[in-house]
């Protein structure tokens, strides 16, 4: 049995073959580094933000990006159908007028199927919702937003900038428009427990959130996070600890939630620790040996929660 709902084959059951992302660079910038919230940004985050290897500062436009990804993604996985995923930094935080003028661009390529836009929960408002839901008649449509924790003590200790109940509020507005919503968290982040992160799995339980990306919290490079690091103030979870909160994190997901990650792939030059967090692969294999062994899976110990917060 498939022990969880992940991404590859829920999008091959959609348009019955391989379909891969390309991860592209609006330079769309971020309210909680431009000083609109705040100037430093989210403890974990280095100048480049998440994701594409700041293609922007190469100068290089969204279709230059897209021609340059294609080709090394048809070669790799011999894809023949992409989404063009709006990844680094915030991807709904300019006018409508622009954030058109960039979705349309990626969308004109013909092997594009879908769209996903990574943004802030709080950088969404009616009007935004609106360009995305008019994507929906041709393309499938993912917003995928940055929650990382249910808890205000923990958003404020990692600077995030917004609270639990921006999330809730803009997941309600997507799902108004049956937009597909995937929630990002980050397992291991400063101060939580066990019991605490496995609370944010109820949290996304109770919501109509379609997916969710779990993240490992690693430190990268030019981050407050190292700071705090090297200065004894953050334990980085063993490997073995990671694989475990996975599992029960995912048991109680339910069923139907689109795990479109099970941990991350920082950049080998940029990482400080923990090391093991560079062999993602070994890491997933070992996840999908412990639900087989422990017969264990995705949504075992789902039940429906009310929303608490």
């Not at 705040?38 to 021609?67: D, K, M, P, V």
């Not at 930094?89 to 969308?107: C, G, I, M, Q």
């Amino acid at each position: 049995m498939n022990r969880y709902r992940d991404y590859n084959t829920y999008l091959k059951k959609i348009f019955g073959e391989r379909v891969q992302k390309i991860s592209l660079d609006a330079g769309l910038g971020c309210p909680n580094r431009d000083g609109k919230i705040s100037e430093r940004g989210c403890i974990f985050c280095n100048r480049h933000g998440s994701g594409t290897g700041a293609w922007i500062e190469r100068g290089l436009s969204i279709t230059e990006q897209i021609t340059r990804s294609k080709e090394y993604l048809a070669k790799r996985y011999k894809a023949r159908k992409f989404i063009a995923y709006f990844q680094s930094f915030t991807n709904t935080y300019a006018p409508v007028s622009r954030l058109k003028s960039l979705y349309d661009e990626a969308l004109e390529d013909i092997d594009f199927v879908g769209l996903s836009v990574a943004t802030r929960p709080d950088c969404i408002d009616e009007e935004i919702l609106d360009l995305l839901d008019s994507y929906q008649q041709s393309h499938l449509v993912w917003l995928e937003y940055g929650l990382q924790s249910s808890h205000r003590k923990t958003l404020d200790r990692i600077n995030r900038g917004h609270g639990v109940g921006d999330f809730v509020h803009s997941v309600h507005l997507a799902n108004a428009r049956n937009l597909n919503v995937c929630a990002h968290v980050i397992l291991g982040l400063p101060g939580e427990n066990r019991t605490m992160m496995l609370e944010t799995a109820r949290f996304l339980s109770s919501l109509p959130v379609q997916g969710v990306k779990i993240h490992l919290l690693y430190v990268v490079r030019g981050t407050e996070l190292e700071t705090l690091y090297r200065n004894g103030g953050l334990h980085c979870l063993e490997r073995e600890e990671y694989v475990g909160l996975v599992v029960d994190f995912l048991e109680l997901l339910p069923p139907h939630m689109v795990i479109q990650r099970i941990t991350g792939d920082p950049s080998g030059k940029e990482l400080v620790a923990p090391l093991w967090a560079e062999t993602k692969t070994e890491t997933i294999n070992l996840i999908r040996k412990t639900l087989e062994r422990e017969n264990r899976w995705q949504g075992r110990l789902f039940q429906k929660f009310s929303t608490g917060k």
